[in-house]
């Protein structure tokens, strides 16, 4: 894989009772394209669909190429099965599918595809080499690369060629009959009882494994809703029922997730800050109790207060910033701290049961000497999202403010809802890429299919720190943080990482390429044992 110009490092932090780890820094691996790879099952399907995420091949799929996952191989990583290859079940017609000629109705959406994923960095060969579809063998689908391929351009062909299909299914109980129907080991189309049974497999599986493999990170995440006149009441509650299935959906309390909320219509408001609500049933019944107001639609307004005060006077961001009109009464904290100190969110306390590591980056080094760690004292990091839902075009610029809000390492998800959206502003207030960060859905009585996606990339959003700031904190058993660091655009790209353990064992997994590291992804890893301090030095081939 190529890695010229890597511009970040990031680090999966994970406090674990049992050892995953090898004992070998340079022990990378790409499970993706092994078979039957000793790794958990969740880790390899994450994976597969980070590679896909960043090749920026295939539109989003809502979660479906994720769910026929679980659906047909419900957590095991055998390689071929009766019903077919890899972790996807791939098939020998599926493959064929894929490889439709210029006679075929779906060639013209499929050629393209690939090309594409010949010319991707990210998709290659299990030899590093380029992936030439019309070359690929029913025994590689075997891997899990491989198999996703395979499916995901089956399901491409099927929108082509199928003339009772239009578009991506949305909802999880049409992806079910979706895969009941298409996805059948049987030759025949199955009868209406069988697809009804194997559609209730699909949810029965999906909501299995989406809570067996979801994150477990902890981030301080903010809510900005839209409630104009244009939403209405009606649509308003179910928005908050969205957020409030998100946000209850996270370990809250005081040294965990943090949730605060922002509503705006004409004018902002501070519905709660950070720290109001200290568990899931109480932040969810706040949400729901938000009133709807309605009036005109000033989303630039909405992100200046989101930005000021939920972040700001909440001690997470630096109070050395561009000057933001207050909307509260409360006047702004002063400091007279540099700009380049970053108060950053969480003071997760000594007290749990485990972890108590951190990660220490004193920046990049080529020395074989000692290394020298830094004076800085160490900071606790927790990721900072914002997630903007509204209906309609912002009567104000948004961009200023989406940009002061990017420049402050605040990552923004928006979600446009219905006809009145605007797909250029929804860019502008998110955070890059684009692809992983706008939504678009067309009312609000499906804005509930988005809700798995935005969970997961929430709490799979890493917290940026400086190389030269030591960063502690604390996990829980299977806990994982996140942390990305800016590399330098001048200098190689190695990097020294001191992680010790007050108490636990606790391991990382890196990555120049991926944001997400794990288990089955990674570029290097370490470990240290409770009460240890280990130096690793990295760097990019």
């Known amino acids: 894989m190529s890695r010229c110009e890597p511009t970040a490092f990031t680090v999966a932090v994970v406090f674990f009772s049992t050892c995953l780890l090898c004992t070998d820094l340079a022990c990378a691996r790409d499970a993706t394209l092994q078979v039957g790879a000793q790794v958990p099952y969740c880790d390899v399907v994450e994976a597969v669909i980070a590679k896909f995420s960043l090749a920026s091949i295939f539109s989003d799929d809502h979660g479906l190429l994720r769910r026929i996952a679980y659906a047909e191989s419900a957590g095991t990583i055998s390689p071929?099965?009766?019903?077919?290859?890899?972790?996807?079940?791939?098939t020998q017609q599926m493959l064929d599918a894929s490889k439709a000629n210029a006679t075929s109705s779906s060639y013209k959406v499929l050629e393209p595809l690939r090309r594409a994923i010949a010319n991707s960095t990210q998709l290659r060969t299990e030899f590093g080499q380029i992936l030439e579809w019309d070359l690929v063998t029913y025994s590689q689908l075997r891997l899990p690369l491989y198999s996703a391929l395979t499916v995901r351009l089956y399901v491409e062909a099927l929108l082509e060629s199928d003339a009772a299909?239009?578009?991506?299914?949305l909802r999880l109980d049409k992806q079910a009959s979706f895969w009941a129907k298409y996805f059948s080991p049987a030759a025949a189309v199955p009868s209406v009882a069988?697809?009804?049974?194997?559609?209730?497999?699909?949810?029965n599986r999906t909501r299995q494994f989406d809570d067996q493999c979801a994150c477990n990170a902890n981030v301080d995440m903010a809510f900005v809703m839209d409630m104009s006149g244009s939403v209405g009441a009606s649509n308003f509650a179910k928005a908050r029922a969205f957020a409030s299935a998100i946000a209850?959906?996270?370990?809250?309390?005081?040294?965990?997730?943090?949730v605060g909320m922002v509503t705006y219509s004409t004018f902002p408001v501070l519905n709660f800050p950070f720290g109001r609500y200290n568990s899931p049933s109480s932040v969810a019944k706040a949400i729901l109790r938000v009133p709807y107001t309605g009036g005109s639609t000033y989303t630039?307004?909405?992100?200046?207060?989101?930005?000021?005060?939920?972040?700001?006077?909440?001690?997470?961001?630096?109070?050395?910033?561009?000057?933001?009109?207050p909307t509260t009464p409360t006047p702004a904290p002063t400091s007279s701290a540099p700009a380049s100190t970053i108060p950053v969110p969480f003071d997760?306390?000594?007290?749990?049961?485990?972890?108590?590591?951190?990660?220490?980056?004193?920046?990049?080094?080529?020395?074989?000497?000692?290394?020298?760690?830094?004076t800085v004292a160490p900071q606790t990091v927790q990721s900072r999202v914002g997630i903007v839902i509204t209906d309609g075009k912002s009567k104000d610029d948004v961009l200023p403010a989406s940009l002061l809000a990017h420049g402050l390492g605040i990552t923004v998800f928006s979600i446009g809802v219905g006809i009145g959206i605007q797909t250029s502003e929804l860019n502008e207030i998110a955070s890059d890429p684009d692809q992983a960060h706008v939504y678009e859905v067309g009312d609000y009585d499906v804005i509930e299919n988005i809700r798995t996606s935005i969970r997961e990339r929430t709490c799979r959003t890493p917290s940026s720190v400086g190389l030269e700031n030591p960063v502690a904190g604390s996990l829980k058993e299977n806990e994982t943080q996140f942390i990305a660091v800016p590399l330098p655009p001048d200098e190689p790209p190695v990097v020294t990482i001191t992680l010790s353990s007050e108490q636990g064992d606790v391991g990382f997994f890196a990555s120049f390429d991926f944001q997400n590291p794990n288990a089955a992804l990674h570029d290097f890893?370490?470990?240290?044992?409770?009460?240890?301090?280990?130096?690793?030095?990295?760097?990019?081939?």
């Open 248 to 258: 209850s959906s996270f370990n809250v309390g005081r040294n965990e997730t943090r």
């Open 80 to 90: 071929t099965t009766a019903t077919g290859s890899g972790i996807w079940r791939a």
């Open 525 to 541: 890893m370490g470990e240290v044992t409770s009460g240890q301090t280990e130096h690793f030095v990295v760097r990019s081939e």
């Open 300 to 325: 630039s307004r909405a992100l200046r207060t989101m930005i000021h005060d939920v972040f700001m006077l909440n001690n997470t961001l630096p109070t050395t910033v561009p000057p933001i009109v």
């Open 194 to 203: 069988e697809q009804s049974r194997r559609s209730m497999v699909f949810v």
């Open 348 to 374: 997760q306390g000594p007290d749990f049961p485990g972890g108590g590591g951190g990660i220490i980056p004193p920046g990049p080094s080529t020395t074989q000497g000692p290394v020298v760690l830094p």
């Open 165 to 169: 299909l239009s578009t991506l299914p």
